[in-house]
């Protein structure tokens, strides 16, 4: 190589590497770089979630006020409801801390369409509960009663709210696409409408009807 070729290729070595630098530097300016990953639930999934984690412990309530004292069968049924729920509750709590989301919703049922709701309820449910929820009155009812009266009270409560729980979950399956959400919300809705036909049958056995 002459020494004229020599001192050119250098040169365009000099280029090369000034340009890649300056490549470098101006990228930022020039084609923006997207450091937000993408969000890890969607509103209708941290909504769902919010309203289901709230509607769960109340489940978890109503097993606790119930008479200590009453038949095994429904015991054992009330046990099974309360540690499905609780698994279910630590899942959800996971889920919202991993998207930066708070556990309680401040506009309770709104990621939830009017066509989907159960009879009798808007978004605010009757008197600002979810479907299928207990008053205040009811669990206290549920926290006096003994006996006979303990078993169908909280069977009636406890039917109920696997009806609201259900259609919640049923909403969310339809307007979740995919995931480990959209996966819960059908487990949800096989586990409680198969504890509800059970409770359905323990009601029957008790000559009681479901509450409205």
């Known amino acids: 190589?002459?020494?004229?070729?020599?001192?050119?290729?250098?040169?365009?070595?000099?280029?090369?590497?000034?340009?890649?630098?300056?490549?470098?530097?101006?990228?930022?300016?020039?084609?923006?770089?997207?450091?937000?990953?993408?969000?890890?639930?969607?509103?209708?999934?941290?909504?769902?979630?919010?309203?289901?984690?709230?509607?769960?412990?109340?489940?978890?309530?109503?097993?606790?006020?119930?008479?200590?004292?009453?038949?095994?069968?429904?015991?054992?049924?009330?046990?099974?409801?309360?540690?499905?729920?609780?698994?279910?509750?630590?899942?959800?709590?996971?889920?919202?801390?991993?998207?930066?989301?708070?556990?309680?919703?401040?506009?309770?049922?709104?990621?939830?369409?009017?066509?989907?709701?159960?009879?009798?309820?808007?978004?605010s449910g009757a008197g600002g509960l979810m479907p299928g929820m207990a008053t205040m009155a009811e669990l206290d009812a549920l926290s006096a009663a003994r006996g006979t009266a303990a078993e169908t009270l909280f069977i009636q409560l406890m039917l109920r709210h696997h009806a609201g729980g259900v259609a919640m979950a049923k909403s969310a399956d339809a307007l979740v696409a995919s995931g480990p959400v959209k996966e819960t919300a059908r487990s949800m809705i096989t586990g409680q409408s198969q504890e509800a036909g059970v409770l359905t049958l323990l009601l029957a056995q008790r000559n009681a009807q479901p509450l409205s």
Request: charged share 15%; glycine share 6%.
């Open 1 to 123: 190589m002459t020494p004229a070729r020599g001192l050119r290729a250098a040169a365009l070595g000099a280029l090369a590497l000034l340009l890649v630098g300056a490549g470098v530097l101006l990228r930022p300016a020039i084609i923006p770089e997207n450091h937000s990953a993408p969000a890890v639930l969607d509103a209708v999934e941290i909504g769902f979630i919010q309203d289901m984690t709230a509607h769960h412990q109340q489940a978890l309530f109503m097993v606790q006020r119930l008479d200590a004292a009453v038949d095994p069968t429904i015991t054992q049924l009330a046990r099974q409801i309360e540690d499905t729920q609780r698994t279910e509750i630590g899942t959800m709590l996971g889920w919202l801390r991993l998207a930066n989301a708070s556990p309680t919703n401040p506009h309770p049922m709104s990621w939830m369409p009017d066509a989907d709701m159960p009879a009798g309820h808007d978004h």
